[in-house]
């Protein structure tokens, strides 16, 4: 066991901040948002800038997180958990008890590596798909007629599917234009359908992914493209494909053409990197630019080990959000990517942020005292300012934001209207956004005006590639990783999800007839008639 | 101008329900939540049914939130609003003084309809468009060469793109297959570069919409497109159609195939009805179902005048968000539509309602005392399950979940694994994601306890189908005008979006150098290195 560090509240510099948040800095002031303060609330990254101004810190505010963070051991805590430390459990009551390695999936860069055992056996895995992707390539591999398979449906749920959908999303604009991907996730009998109308079968790949390998919703859906395998004539088990945990009941080569290994310490919400992502992303990007992205993923894991919250990006980005949420009081976070091809980005980050710290009981099984993780949301702008911003700028509600931007656009197409490029009014719109969220305007006519001291920042990149989009995943998976140790809870866990399972298998039951008499259930299909 | 009711806070009804709130019914108590109460507190309406035994509201409770609709006058003001009453207005300030009217969109099925001006341009544009898909049937229309125009991109940012893109993706299982809809909204160059990249533009038409016709975003992707028109020795002219309003610069027979109007009663938010929505709809479903769609919406419309609480599904639904939000602190509502086809919907139900109600200005141009509209977020289930519900379940923040499910799935395939279909396990899921937040579950071990009542509601109906999707779309609409009226505010206009505006156009005109010495500007670009 890992020395933690202290929670929140056990903190002397929590008591300051709390201090501090009583008068918090007024951005709305003349002369307090000024270029001096743009240029020094700026913190140089890797790959990303985090532009901190419209935040309502000071450098008092800035130095109190660092005390923060430090008496937290929050660095300390995340190198430790990068080198094999049990980090999922809750001391004195029964739990996974794991070690949490996502990234160690690409710790594969170095002699060294953090955790030399995992990395070894994500270069197994590695060598593997470099292997299969290359047989696919060479035509080894193959449907019955001999033909490329040039679409693969990529089966999965949770973990299983937001992370790798929202990469491969991300990066369409890199990937090869004669393969496709398609993804089913949702029980719905409509989402298999609709993607089974639109592909040839003959020429598709599927891959299932599930780390135990008994996942209801997709063993559902594998069983309907089966289905559909064996009535278009193929044979599905020349078709199938598996990410799993080794020996799971998806780890059978009967079965499957391939099975890819995830590992019990790395959870469904962390795994884009591994196996779960990785067979996708490169089939469609192919391996040198997946290692482009595991390199991107690898180079922020390492640059958020520095102490320096100043220096530290993804530090600092948790510790403002610890900032807006137990000291000013913003219970929810909306994530804008000013990028179109980011778009289910927030979807992801939903699930990784409040699946993993959604908690209310510490690590010690106690009940938390302050708050935890925030709910989290956002679409990408520009979109958005046409949508919900009218609420940020002059709603009841106060949420904080986090702008993400790119000076660059990914495909290089571009056009110049009224003097300036779209990328040009992209930015701007970024830009301005930022500033009158913060600054907020007068005005005689009181529906015109704006209150300001609304708390955002700007993560910006030069464009966004294999490599930026690993940062940025690593980024976030930092950030959410250094709150859960700052709020002293498990984020690798994921007990809420249970009670809902087991009541679905009785109402289930119910359904099928293997049970009689189960009174709310019963009551809840007569209400909705679907006895 | 017309009657206004009392607002929220002047209400001796809402002084009751303050008090009520601090007792609320606890539905973790044994014998609560009872096979009695699923049956009691469900609402039967037209189309959609509203399970509300999850929330925490008794009996008295429901009848305080009658007497709180009544004061307030909701249904009266609602109606008032179908007959062409000026809604979107602050009284002694300057405002955009309009009628709203997007419920004569689809006020066309019967000769007395509440405001026959209205209904009856509604019917001109419905007219033009049945025209406009016959000769494209028919092949009147086509292309230079003759060819059938087998492609609509369409373009158009927040309301011209937000509803019109759920709705269509919600309809998909019902489209001509021989039809393509391509969407491109964002100022990003990356999003139409993507559209472009997959499609014939000989075979394309290009709606443009947008009701001022200088819509910057939906400009310079215009500009864009008609320039790779052009390069593929195409016409733009011949290709591109509009939805604009009457005279405004896209209103232009020299430029467009055809131009169909929107009237400036009807807010973008408000428009998937009018024709924003009519001609992508009626190009990929039809004019039959376009119809139908249609008169769904007009049937809500008629069924949210009912003045019974107990019997009128939006009224309910509003009136519980109320009491969820004002009352007992639920700053945020998640919509969790069980149905694949509507992972749109949630996207384009924030904009709807945040823009409509995020104001803190009553329509006195008074500053409101209380709280107005709540942050609305969501995606589809079950896959939400194995992501956010988490928090949901266990995290420290609580918020309010609306739950959408249908009895039977669209595309009628299924198939049975384990005893159920997947249709079964989807709707199994639903209910027991709804009895699992509300009753909770006590354990020894700490970190597998739920605290339960967590508040939600469940919206059912037979199946997701065109007169559906348009009576749920009318359903949310009536939702969000009740809680408007309710809370005094004016949700029609969304003057938060203005100084973003402003500011965005001083940076660009700081990029593209007209302007200097803009301090502020020019330390953002700095910091950005995007000068």
Redesign the interface.
């Given at each position: 066991m890992i020395q933690e560090g202290k929670s929140i509240n056990e903190c002397e510099s929590f008591r300051v901040l709390a201090q501090l948040a009583k008068n918090p800095l007024d951005l709305t002031e003349h002369r307090v948002?000024?270029?001096?303060r743009?240029?020094q609330f700026?913190c140089k990254g890797e790959c990303f800038?985090l532009?901190y101004?419209c935040q309502r810190v000071s450098d008092e505010v800035v130095d109190t997180l660092q005390d923060l963070a430090d008496e937290c051991s929050l660095v300390e805590q995340l190198a430790a958990m990068q080198q094999g430390a049990v980090m999922n459990c809750?001391h004195n009551?029964?739990?996974e008890n794991r070690q949490v390695l996502h990234t160690a999936c690409r710790d594969i860069f170095v002699e060294k590596p953090a955790c030399e055992s995992a990395a070894k056996q994500a270069r197994v895995e590695l060598e593997k798909l470099k292997k299969f992707l290359g047989d696919l390539e060479q035509g080894r591999i193959c449907n019955a007629e001999g033909q490329a398979f040039d679409t693969l449906i990529h089966v999965g749920?949770?973990?299983s599917?937001?992370g790798p959908r929202a990469m491969y999303e991300a990066l369409?604009?890199y990937t090869d234009?004669t393969r496709k991907v398609f993804f089913v996730?949702?029980?719905?009998?409509?989402?298999?359908?609709?993607v089974?109308?639109q592909v040839d079968l003959s020429r598709c790949l599927v891959l299932v992914v599930s780390k135990s390998g008994t996942?209801?919703?997709t063993?559902?859906n594998e069983?309907?493209i089966r289905?559909a395998l064996s009535a278009a004539g193929l044979d599905p088990d020349r078709h199938c494909l598996s990410v799993t945990g080794e020996s799971s009941p998806m780890d059978n080569p009967q079965r499957y053409l391939r099975s890819f290994y995830m590992y019990d310490y790395i959870g469904?919400?962390y795994s884009s990197t591994s196996m779960v992502g990785a067979v996708t992303l490169g089939f469609s990007l192919g391996y040198a630019q997946l290692l482009e992205f595991l390199q991107g993923a690898n180079t922020m894991d390492r640059a958020a080990c520095e102490k320096n919250i100043r220096r530290n990006v993804p530090l600092l980005l948790a510790m403002l959000g610890v900032w807006n949420h137990n000291c000013l009081g913003m219970?929810?976070v909306a994530v804008l990517p000013?990028?179109?091809?980011l778009h289910r980005f927030p979807?992801h980050l939903?699930?990784c942020d409040?699946?993993s710290?959604?908690?209310?009981?510490d690590r010690n099984?106690?009940?938390?005292a302050?708050?935890?993780?925030?709910?989290?949301?956002g679409?990408?702008?520009?979109?958005g300012?046409?949508?919900?911003?009218?609420?940020?700028?002059?709603?009841?509600?106060k949420?904080s934001v986090e702008f993400i931007?790119f000076?660059k656009?990914?495909?290089g197409?571009?056009?110049s209207?009224?003097?300036?490029?779209?990328?040009?009014?992209?930015?701007?719109?970024l830009?301005?956004?930022?500033?009158?969220l913060a600054i907020?305007?007068d005005d005689e006519?009181?529906?015109?005006?704006?209150?300001g001291n609304r708390v955002n920042g700007?993560l910006?990149a030069d464009r966004l590639t294999p490599s930026t989009m690993g940062a940025l995943l690593a980024l976030y998976e930092a950030k959410i990783v250094f709150q859960g140790f700052c709020w002293n809870i498990?984020s690798f866990?994921?007990?809420?999800?249970?009670?809902?399972?087991?009541?679905?298998t009785?109402?289930?039951e119910v359904?099928?007839e293997?049970k009689k008499n189960v009174?709310?259930?019963?009551?809840?299909?007569?209400?909705?008639?679907?006895c």
């Open positions: 948002l000024t270029p001096e743009v240029r700026c800038d532009l101004a809750i009551y029964p739990s749920i949770g973990g599917d937001l369409r604009a234009e996730s949702n029980v719905d009998p409509d989402d298999s359908a609709q089974l109308a996942t209801l919703e063993l559902a069983t309907v289905s469904g919400r219970d929810t000013y990028s179109q091809a979807a939903q699930q409040m699946e710290n959604g908690k209310s009981v099984g106690a009940a938390v302050g708050k935890t993780g925030p709910i989290v949301w679409e990408p702008g520009t979109n300012q046409h949508a919900f911003y009218q609420l940020l700028h002059q709603g009841t509600e949420t931007g000076r656009n990914q495909r197409k571009d056009l209207m009224q003097g300036t490029e779209s990328q040009q009014k992209l930015v701007a719109n830009l301005a956004q930022s500033m009158a907020g305007r006519n009181p529906n015109k005006r704006f209150s700007i910006m498990n866990d994921q007990e809420g999800v249970q009670l809902g399972k087991i009541l679905a009785e109402i289930l359904m099928s293997k009174p709310l259930a019963d009551a809840f299909l007569a209400a909705v008639k679907m």
